[in-house]
């Protein structure tokens, strides 16, 4: 059978019980008596040896099969969970990953297992009975040297037998299997299944298998439970007496009856979670189909208002209401596009609960990473760009930001520092705030290093407020670190955050005290395909201007125009409202008017008036980017094609104040 068909699917779930072993391991060692989270890295560790081993990936089958020893002992008590326990079974986590990128990469890694799977057998190597040394049923009652994983055997007791039939109609088996055998793990111990539970796992079975359970619940309760799982026609069950090495087919006219409450409130979750996964159905979508889909759109769009503006202009009999339905129509498809598009920002924040603790190891502080907001969505293009910056952010709380405990201590906090990352929804925007609860910024220093690199003068250090110093710190080669080290401190980091935030049509906000903490705040578009904007005139051109970067607009008169150290500068709402021409800034003649049309926009927590000719109308728009060729022209983040067919350039806000303050 060709397996590599199937390898996309292998790598994506791969990853998805890789990040739940990670964060497992991560609870596991805040409470390491926890058999809920050993039990869930079990199954994640048994279905990924199970899913390597069907795809004949053998060096990834045998990390996780010696894994599953280990986890089983700790399961079971024999074994204590303990800090180097975690440590090996996380460094186990990362060389599973790096063999599991490795196969999306098209080659495998041929890495030799001995020293982590040593340090792994050392864990139990006290043990007389070790995990492997229990041989595995096959279906014809016959038994291989391969473990029993998943399940357990007892030497006597009574055992009930489900006999469970799916539907003709079944169409992914092996998951409605395996769906069954966790919802059977919940209410007693598995002791044997037909066929073993490998081959239910790889769906090598008809429509029917066969479950040996141990438990307190009724036989009865339990059949009406599985009958509720969708896509199960049947279930027939008998009571039999389990004696040592088999289970005959002696029948049990009255079958126990037990009480078990506990197990009966986990199963009824078991269950709830099978029955709603029927309503849930979904299938994986290459990222590059919804680009393409998305560009599609976009391209329907630009036609959309080419085709209202002809009717608009022609007045055709009739047009108009048809012009209206598919005005409707679009906009309706693009938002299905644009949702389809959007990824919950915990596929991003997964990854950092690990790399804080493996960062606050390495310089020996005690930090935790409190995360809120994982089910904002965002557009997958912003999402994939925003996990660099945060890293960047994250890296400098534990490097800069927290204390080390002692330190702590002197100043009457707690030893354990705390970072919060969060994910807020603003309308149009989606708000990250990384806030720590450590030394915060001296604004004073911070201009007393910018003058010591050459980064300012000291007369401008001296004319910046504390709120303006902040902003120092993103720029090129600025850094506060007495010394270079593995996690910070090399000149680069906050200048990229800066970088990469603008380049996504996105603001930062920085504010401090010392003593109590930093806060850096993210303000980005939940999308970057289609948005709405301002459409202005200029000098007989056009230009759009994106709503979200827009506060209002005002009309100034000329005797309310003031000039301040040269500048223009009017006032709005009692505060100084600094002026930039656009026809200065583009390099062309501005007319003299009685009154001038202003956008008032915002960077940062800097407010400015751009000074324009008229304002034309608000549009949603499609970006298109520029090729190699235009890309490096300041002041423009890309251009828009309008309904008459015009190319109108769309003017980055961040572009133009670097622009203003080289001039």
């Known amino acids: 059978m060709d397996m590599l068909k199937y390898e996309d699917d292998f790598k994506a779930e791969a990853r998805e019980h890789l990040q739940i072993v990670n964060q497992a391991l991560l609870d596991l060692e805040k409470d390491p008596n926890d058999l809920s989270i050993l039990n869930s890295i079990f199954r994640s560790a048994h279905t ?34 303990t800090q180097d326990t975690a440590d090996i079974l996380f460094e186990c986590t990362d060389l599973l990953e790096a063999m599991v990128n490795d196969v999306s990469k098209g080659k495998l890694r041929q890495t030799d297992l001995t020293p982590l799977t040593e340090k792994l057998r050392n864990i139990i190597q006290d043990k007389e009975v070790k995990p492997s040394d229990t041989p595995e049923r096959t279906r014809s009652g016959e038994t291989t040297g391969e473990e029993v994983t998943g399940y357990d055997r007892i030497d006597n007791g009574e055992l009930t037998v489900f006999d469970i039939l799916l539907e003709k109609d079944c169409a992914l088996k092996s998951v ?24 239910i796992e790889k769906g090598q079975f008809d429509l029917n298998f066969k479950i040996s359970l141990n438990s307190d619940l009724e036989p009865e309760t339990i059949h009406t439970k599985l009958k509720l799982i969708p896509e199960v026609e049947k279930v027939d069950m ?13 029948e049990k006219t009255s079958p126990p009856k037990k009480d078990g409450s506990k197990a009966k409130e986990k199963s009824d979750q078991i269950i709830k979670s099978a029955i709603s996964s029927k309503n849930t159905q979904g299938i994986r979508v290459n990222i590059e189909r919804l680009d393409d889909l998305m560009n599609l759109v976009g391209e329907l769009v630009i036609s959309k208002i080419r085709l209202m503006q002809i009717g608009t202009n022609n007045k055709v009999t009739g047009l108009k209401e048809v012009l209206d339905q598919l005005n409707i129509l679009t906009t309706d498809l693009q938002n299905q596009v644009m949702q389809m598009r959007l990824v919950p920002v915990e596929r991003v924040f997964s990854r950092f609960p690990r790399m804080v603790r493996d960062l606050s190891k390495t310089v020996e502080k005690e ?52 970072i919060k990352l969060t994910a807020l929804r603003d309308k149009q925007h989606v708000i990250f705030t990384v806030v720590d609860d450590g030394q915060g910024i001296d604004p004073h220093a ?30 090129p080669g600025f850094s506060t670190a007495k010394k270079v080290s593995n996690v910070s401190g090399r000149g680069v980091g906050m200048d990229v955050v800066k970088t990469k935030i603008t380049s996504l049509s996105g603001s930062i906000y920085v504010t ?60 709005m709402h009692e505060q100084v409202l600094p002026l930039l021409d656009l026809s200065y800034l583009f390099g062309e003649s501005s007319s003299e008017r009685d009154e001038i049309f202003v956008v008032v926009v915002e960077k940062n927590t800097q407010m400015v008036g751009l000074i324009v000719d008229s304002l034309i109308d608000r549009h949603e728009i499609v970006i298109k980017s520029f090729d190699n ?21 769309i003017i980055d806000i961040d572009g133009l104040f670097n622009l203003r303050d080289r001039l």
């Open 48 to 81: 990924l040896k199970s899913s390597s081993a069907a795809m004949e990936y053998t060096h990834i089958s045998n990390l996780t099969h010696e894994m599953e020893n280990v986890l089983d002992v700790l399961r079971t008590g024999e074994v204590s969970t």
């Open 176 to 199: 409605r299997a395996l769906m069954i055998l966790k919802a059977m793990e919940t209410f007693g111990k598995i002791m044997d299944t037909t066929p073993a539970r490998n081959e």
């Open 238 to 250: 008998r009571s039999v007496q389990k004696t040592p090495g088999h289970i005959p087919a002696t």
């Open 367 to 418: 930090i935790e990473l409190v995360i809120e907001g994982s089910d904002i969505e965002l557009d997958r293009t912003v999402l994939d760009e925003i996990g660099e910056p945060l890293v960047h952010l994250l890296r400098n709380c534990v490097d800069h930001g927290i204390e080390t405990p002692d330190e702590r201590l002197k100043r009457g906090k707690d030893r354990m520092g705390t």
């Open 446 to 475: 911070l201009k007393k290093m910018s003058v010591v690199k050459g980064i300012i003068s000291a007369e401008d250090a001296e004319k910046l407020s504390d709120e303006e110093a902040f902003d120092l710190i993103f720029r």
């Open 512 to 571: 401090s005290n010392i003593g109590i903490g930093t806060e850096v705040s993210l303000h980005l578009p939940i999308s970057m395909a289609i948005i709405q904007a301002l459409i202005v005139g200029l000098n007989n051109r056009i230009y759009a201007i994106p709503i979200a970067n827009i506060l209002s607009t005002i009309i100034v008169k000329k005797e309310e125009m003031k000039t301040i150290n040269g500048h223009p500068a009017t006032t």
């Open 629 to 649: 060729t235009l890309k490096n022209i300041e002041g423009f983040s890309g251009a828009t094609i309008l309904g008459d067919g015009n190319v109108v350039p």
